[in-house]
């Protein structure tokens, strides 16, 4: 009786683990991929499944994210004949987990056997200058390659990028020395374009003062002529007026005789040593002695 109860007990306890064992979740970003009697059946995505006792089995849990793999570095040869290490950095992501799982034994192996046969195929036609200078046409052509290959394995090749490119220790300081050359070259021509833009700047500074003051000097000269040629015209213009004032008041012979006079007296004050008299102020002067004289013999008589 006892142990026919034991035997229940033991039934459905065994039961219930194969049930539990049957039932699988299937988590985000993940597939199972299931086989039934040792042949493949069907993929699970995300979700709740139940397994057939004893029949299903779930072989492999596939991740579906973007996974990230740093193959160690691989040694290559352009074709000048340099040998450089150069390690590479794969993102993939697994599209289909059935030829992920049957398309390849151990898929990352062939991943990294491939992209080192590839790398050195593609550095092969480059020269070292060429290669340091174009990471991103190596980058490109390695992974359109590896994507190409890897569809068969339900791989996608997302991106490659080559992590480090370290040449022979002697080509690095023939380049390190090449590049401290450069440097210095540059730094004399920006020198020397300095200079020769300060020696420019100075001269035309020089040339500017040079200008500046022949306008200026050109300009007085021209104002003090304006100014001389205003005077005279002002002088020539009272002149014009005091004449033709003279005209209107219509001098007799006396006053212009006096005038005559007074501008004869001005004349005699300057220092020519020759002075022509006209003949009317000579017929003047000589009216002038006879008066004089006249009154000089009144005034005797008169005492």
């Avoid at 790398?119 to 290669?131: F, K, M, P």
């Avoid at 021509?189 to 020089?206: F, T, Y």
């Avoid at 000097?217 to 213009?237: F, N, P, S, Y």
Wanted: aromatic share 6%.
């Amino acid at each position: 009786m006892i142990d026919a109860t034991m035997i229940f007990f033991g039934l459905i306890i065994g039961g219930l683990l194969v049930i539990a064992a049957s039932i699988k979740i299937v988590p985000q970003a993940y597939a199972y991929v299931v086989e039934r009697l040792g042949a493949y059946y069907t993929t699970w995505e995300t979700g709740f499944h139940v397994l057939i006792p004893f029949v299903d089995r779930a072989s492999t849990v596939v991740c579906l994210k973007e996974q990230v793999v740093d193959f160690p570095p691989q040694a290559v040869i352009t074709r000048d004949n340099v040998t450089m290490q150069i390690d590479t950095v794969i993102y993939f992501q697994i599209t289909d987990p059935k030829l992920y799982v049957y398309g390849v034994e151990e898929p990352i192996s062939a991943i990294e056997n491939l992209s080192a046969t590839t790398l050195r195929n593609i550095i092969g036609d480059l020269e070292l200058d060429h290669t340091l200078t174009s990471r991103d046409v190596i980058n490109t052509k390695i992974r359109i390659i590896l994507d190409e290959a890897t569809d068969a394995w339900g791989i996608k090749v997302n991106r490659v990028e080559l992590k480090n490119i370290l040449p022979p220790r002697e080509i690095q300081d023939a380049m390190e020395k090449q590049m401290k050359a450069e440097r210095e070259r540059r730094a004399k021509i920006l020198e020397a374009e300095g200079e020769k833009r300060s020696e420019i700047l100075i001269a035309e500074g020089h040339k500017e003062a040079v200008i500046l003051k022949a306008d200026a000097a050109r300009e007085t000269k021209i104002r003090e002529a304006q100014g001389e040629a205003d005077a005279i015209r002002l002088v020539q213009r009272a002149y014009a007026d005091s004449l033709k004032m003279l005209n209107e008041t219509e001098p007799t012979k006396a006053v212009i005789a006096l005038k005559s006079l007074e501008a004869f007296e001005k004349a005699a004050d300057g220092k020519a040593t020759k002075i022509i008299i006209p003949s009317e102020m000579q017929s003047m002067s000589a009216l002038t002695v006879a008066l004089r004289e006249s009154l000089v013999e009144n005034s005797n008589l008169a005492q």
